[in-house]
T-cell receptor, first 112, second 114 residues
Framework: QKEVEQNSGPLSVPEGAIASLNCTYSDRGSQSFFWYRQYSGKSPELIMSIYSNGDKEDGRFTAQLNKASQYVSLLIRDSQPSDSATYLCAVIRSGSARQLTFGSGTQLTVLP | EAQVTQNPRYLITVTGKKLTVTCSQN?????MSWYRQDPGLGLRQIYY???????DKGDVPEGYKVSRKEKRNFPLILESPSPNQTSLYFC?????????????FGPGTRLTVL
């Protein structure tokens, strides 16, 4: 079992719709969770961090964390073509507090 | 401008020829790290550094070396590159003392080993 799992996609949504990206992790003791966005040919950039159960909203982005289910998600409201990118879920594991473990990413395409 | 820089951006080399990829940050960050990114495997950590003279292995350290003599610089050294080290490499730094929270990534170095 991979430590951080994401559906690779591609995930396609129409412009204006809600895009839902999901991530599960295997280490129950993990405490810190991040979503990075990576445009094709570019480096990852941090868009959300979440540390507590529940929802965290930042503009059109909402991160959701459920530690009991070991599940973290990212919702993008009013999706725009400029949101088309690969979204990487990352976790700081309990046994490796100085390391960040990434999922393999979900490719999102927002269709005009 | 706050940034992480890497050089070179692109490199084609041959098996066994030692090379160094430089990484520098101007944000006074203590934590720095190297990752490689391969299709289907995502980003995997090679080495990280908590501060000057403090480095540790990540998940895929074999075939790589690092050093941290100055806070701003964290070079990645391949003593004897092999074709399986062909990859896209990213350097990153973090403002948080003690860990990789909220990392800033460099632009990447695409390495091809023939």
């Amino acid at each position: 079992q991979k430590e951080v799992e994401q559906n690779s996609g591609p995930l396609s949504v129409p412009e204006g719709a809600i895009a839902s990206l999901n991530c599960t992790y295997s280490d129950r003791g993990s405490q810190s969770f991040f979503w990075y966005r990576q445009y094709s040919g570019k480096s990852p950039e941090l868009i959300m961090s979440i540390y507590s159960n529940g929802d965290k909203e930042d503009g059109r982005f909402t991160a959701q964390l459920n530690k009991a289910s070991q599940y973290v998600s990212l919702l993008i409201r009013d999706s725009q073509p400029s949101d088309s990118a690969t979204y990487l879920c990352a976790v700081i594991r309990s046994g490796s507090a100085r390391q960040l473990t990434f999922g393999s990413g979900t490719q999102l395409t927002v269709l005009p | 401008e706050a940034q992480v820089t890497q050089n070179p951006r692109y490199l084609i080399t041959v098996t066994g020829k030692k090379l160094t990829v430089t990484c520098s940050q101007n944000m006074n960050h203590e934590y720095m790290s190297w990752y490689r990114q391969d299709p289907g495997l995502g980003l995997r950590q090679i080495y990280y550094s908590m501060n000057v003279e403090v480095t540790d292995k990540g998940d895929v350290p074999e075939g790589y070396k690092v050093s941290r003599k100055e806070k701003r610089n964290f070079p990645l050294i391949l003593e004897s590159p092999s074709p399986n080290q062909t990859s896209l490499y990213f350097c990153a730094s973090s403002p948080r003392t003690g860990g990789p929270n909220e990392q800033f990534f460099g632009p990447g170095t695409r390495l091809t080993v023939l």
